[in-house]
C-alpha cells in the first residue's frame, strides 16, 4: 500500500542541525512532488517546503527559507529536509507529503493537494 | 496570523449542514485552487477536497467544496459524530513576497 514513513525527529539544542527522512513505497516515488507541512504543539498546519517529482525545483516557506534545505533521492525513494541553525519555533510534528498530480503540471506545486500523509516525526528544539 | 482566514470553531447537530469558510485573497484563492483536508484528533490530516470542488476516492459526497472570487467554502451535509476533527484549506500563493502554499488556521467541527 502507498506509505510514507519520516524518521530523523529528536532533541535538539537551538542553533544545532538534523536532518528529517521520509521513505515512501506503494507508488513511483520519481513521479510525484513532495512536501514537508509541521504542526507546532496545539497549533494549526504551516507548510514547510516542496520539491518537484525530479528534485529541478524547490520552494520554501519564508520562516525556513535559507536555514533548511529539502531534497530527494529518487533512487532510493526518500525525502529528505536539512534543518540548520534551529530555533524554538521550530519545534513541531513534521509531516511528508506526496503531491496528488503526477509529473510536471500546468499549475503550482501543491496545487493538486497532498493525498498521502506519513504519521509524522517530532522535532523538539530546546536547551 | 494565518494568510488565509477560517472561522476558529463551527459546530452543529447529527443530520445538520454546516458550511467552514475560508478567506483569502487575489494572490492565493484568487488566482489559485483550494483544497481542504480534515484531520481527525491525534491523527495526521487527510485530503478531502482538491481542486475546488473534487473529492478523492473514498470520501465521501457530504463533503462539497466551492470557490468564488478570494473566499472558498466547505459543506458537509448530513453531519455524523466522526466529522469532528479540524479542517484547514489551502492554496498556493503567489504573491510578490515569494511563491509557496499557505494554509487556513484551521477550524473546530463540534457535532453537538
Known amino acids: 500500500q502507498v506509505q510514507l514513513v519520516e524518521s530523523g525527529g529528536g532533541v535538539v539544542q537551538p542553533g544545532r542541525s538534523l536532518r528529517l527522512s521520509c521513505a515512501a513505497s506503494g507508488f513511483t516515488f520519481s513521479s510525484y512532488g513532495m512536501h514537508w507541512v509541521r504542526q507546532a504543539p496545539g497549533k494549526g498546519l504551516e507548510w514547510v517546503a516542496v520539491?518537484?517529482?525530479?528534485?529541478?525545483?524547490?520552494y520554501y516557506a519564508d520562516s525556513v527559507k535559507g536555514r533548511f534545505t529539502i531534497s530527494r533521492d529518487n533512487s532510493k525513494n526518500t525525502l529528505y529536509l536539512q534543518m540548520n541553525s534551529l530555533r524554538a519555533e521550530d519545534t513541531a510534528v513534521y509531516y511528508c507529503?506526496?503531491?496528488?498530480?503526477?509529473?510536471?503540471?500546468?499549475?503550482?506545486?501543491?496545487?493538486?493537494?497532498?493525498?498521502?500523509w506519513g504519521q509524522g516525526t517530532t522535532v523538539t528544539v530546546s536547551s | 496570523q494565518s494568510v488565509l482566514t477560517q472561522p476558529p470553531s463551527a459546530s452543529g447537530t447529527p443530520g445538520q449542514r454546516v458550511t467552514i469558510s475560508c478567506s483569502g485573497s487575489?494572490?492565493?484563492?484568487?488566482?489559485?485552487?483550494v483544497n481542504w483536508y480534515q484531520q481527525l484528533p491525534g491523527t495526521a490530516p487527510k485530503l478531502l477536497i482538491y481542486?475546488?470542488?473534487q473529492r478523492p476516492s473514498g470520501v465521501p459526497d457530504r463533503f462539497s467544496g466551492s470557490k468564488s472570487g478570494t473566499s472558498a467554502s466547505l459543506a458537509i451535509s448530513g453531519l455524523q459524530s466522526e466529522d469532528e476533527a479540524d479542517y484547514y484549506c489551502a492554496a498556493w500563493d503567489d504573491s510578490l513576497n515569494g511563491l509557496c502554499v499557505v494554509f487556513g488556521g484551521g477550524t473546530k467541527l463540534t457535532v453537538l
Open positions: 520539491i518537484s517529482y525530479d528534485g529541478s525545483n524547490k
Open positions: 507529503a506526496k503531491d496528488l498530480a503526477v509529473g510536471a503540471t500546468p499549475l503550482p506545486p501543491g496545487s493538486y493537494g497532498m493525498d498521502v
Open positions: 487575489s494572490s492565493n484563492i484568487g488566482s489559485n485552487t
Open positions: 481542486s475546488n470542488n
